[in-house]
């Protein structure tokens, strides 16, 4: 027996690091980094960087990963959002809001329209076996094709593992598309 609201949150490992496509944003700009042909990982734990460069490279193009829950829902979201000074201004589905910032502060799962100026955003969270740590990398991209590939994919394997994603091991590859 658990205590509610503490012991009943579900399943959750650290955080250790994030794999993005860009570049990191240039400083005193909101702009985004450049798009880089390689994947480019990030840790506050330098020990992290250090393992990731040492095992997989410091620009590579494939990265050998699993992914650590069952479901799509647990491993994958993509949103629209809004970020502000204060933070996460609203979340939604492009209709309504799933998380709002009220004028008070507080943020909130009541549904409201969306009120606008929000752009996509996705996270893939992944373990990476080379890294011998039990702890996620959350793979960031706000690339329309990249949340489509990501989510159909997902899908697919879903159908394949008969629901057990986390069986699967994966490699994700940057590689460069005309569109």
Known sequence: MGIFG???????????????EGAAKPQNSNTPGAELPYWRFSSEDESAVNAFVDKIGPKPTAVEVRLPFSSIDENFDAWKEKWGASGLSHRCDGVNTVLMRTAQGT????????PGGCSRSARLRVMIPALNRLGLVTVH???????????????????????ELHTIPLILR??????
């Open 141 to 163: 991209t706000s690339s329309l094709y990249d949340i489509l590939n990501i989510s159909q994919n997902l899908q697919a394997l879903t159908e394949l593992s008969k629901g």
């Open 174 to 179: 940057r590689v460069p598309k005309k569109i």
């Open 107 to 114: 943020l909130t799962r009541e549904p409201h329209p969306c």
């Open 6 to 20: 503490l012991t009943d949150q579900g399943p959750k490992f650290s955080a250790i690091g994030d794999l993005r």
